[in-house]
């Protein structure tokens, strides 16, 4: 009996050690996740139904955003660094500072990241929306 208790034992040490490793793998991959801040939301009164949304965006060194849309007129403006952009169908662009990038409404962010693995980059977005919807979903 006391070698069935000390197996469960050793598999329960061994699934907290495989928990743990899993967790401080998660906060790696989280410390890599773009800062996002709003800057400014304004209903567009003049179209019904639609607002801007126009925020900063800042990516680590080696930072990526994953697969996504945004549902919305997007405008990327780089303001430091350098970033690297794609849309599915189109081809990917390396933008720095003065640069700009389009997305739309329809258009799926396949590719977008820091083009440094150890310089920060930073661009501004607007993003022309249907009110209250959300600036970004997944894509399928």
């Known amino acids: 009996m006391l070698n069935k208790e ?7 040490d061994v699934g907290l050690i495989l928990m743990l490793l899993l967790s401080l793998m998660t906060s790696i991959v989280i410390a890599q996740e773009a800062d996002v801040k709003q800057v400014m939301l304004k209903e567009l009164k003049d179209i019904p139904g639609k607002e801007a949304l126009m ?53 799926i962010h396949i590719v977008g990241r820091n083009a440094s693995k150890t310089k920060p980059a930073k661009f501004l977005v607007l993003l022309v929306k249907d009110k209250g919807a959300p600036a970004v979903v997944p894509a399928n």
Do not use: C, R, W
Not at 6 to 12: A, D, G, H, V
């Open 6 to 12: 000390k197996q469960i034992t050793t598999m329960l």
């Open 55 to 107: 925020i900063t965006v800042e990516y680590p060194p080696g930072g990526a955003d994953p697969v996504h849309k945004h549902n919305a007129y997007a405008f990327v403006y780089v303001l430091e660094g350098s970033i690297v952009m794609q849309v599915k169908g189109g081809q990917e662009v390396t933008l720095t500072p003065g640069q700009s990038f389009y997305e739309g409404p329809e258009d």
